[in-house]
T-cell receptor, first 117, second 113 residues
């Protein structure tokens, strides 16, 4: 079974600064996908960024980027120029590639990020 | 951006009553899920649905729970006899065949009293 671990329950950052949220995962498979979701106080789950394991290039989406280290099974999220609206719970998630039998999206425990003015 | 739509956004029900939570996933997606999140806790997998049948389910998904895709578009979660501990946010998600798109609905907040 796959596991996803987020070792930082809470983090804070000053507005306009950069913050990195950690995520590690455990799998014996080679083909998989990784996601970061943002959950603001409204509790909606919003897809922030995704990474295909077969791609070496780190995904970026505006102020959000990842540092994907496949050998280390690490998938951290970097938020640049933090804004007050980035205050939220952030979840890392993992799913096996489509040619695998399992299709469950597995979540980490979440990191609560507070952006301070 | 395509959307997963869930209704209702909030439901209050008495203990022992049946509830049906509804979801309209993204039309060309193939995998559908229900997750739940008790306030302040982690996101818990309930069930996945593929090719008109359950493909995986968790220990939480006992005989009180069932899922259906009755008309090829709606995807429903039924809880037959609700308990107080079923109070949670319930999320529907859909996933594309290539697994690059995994979107969630806005959630249904279920309160059992």
């Amino acid at each position: 079974a796959q596991t996803v671990t987020q070792s930082q329950p809470e983090m804070s950052v000053q507005e306009a600064e950069t913050v990195t949220l950690s995520c590690t995962y455990d799998t014996s498979e080679n083909n998989y996908y990784l996601f970061w979701y943002k959950q603001p106080p409204s509790r909606q789950m919003i897809l922030v960024i995704r990474q295909e394991a077969y791609k070496q290039q780190n995904a970026t989406e505006n102020r959000f980027s990842v540092n994907f280290q496949k050998a280390a099974k690490s998938f951290s999220l970097k938020i640049s120029d933090s804004q007050l609206g980035d205050t939220a719970m952030y979840f890392c998630a993992f799913i096996l590639g489509y040619n695998n039998a399992g299709n469950m999206l597995t979540f980490g425990g979440g990191t609560r990020l507070m952006v301070k003015p | 951006e395509p959307e997963v739509t869930q209704t209702p956004s909030h439901q209050v029900t008495q203990m022992g009553q049946e509830v049906i939570l509804r979801c309209v996933p993204i039309s060309n997606h193939l995998y559908f899920y229900w997750y739940r999140q008790i306030l302040g806790q982690k996101v818990e997998f309930l069930v996945s649905f593929y090719n008109n049948e359950i493909s995986e389910k968790s220990e939480i998904f006992d005989d009180q729970f069932s899922v259906e895709r009755p008309d090829g578009s709606n995807f429903t979660l039924k809880i037959r006899s609700t308990k107080l501990e079923d109070s949670a946010m319930y999320f529907c998600a859909s996933l594309s065949q290539g697994r690059t798109e995994a979107f969630f609905g806005q959630g249904t907040r279920l309160t059992v009293v």
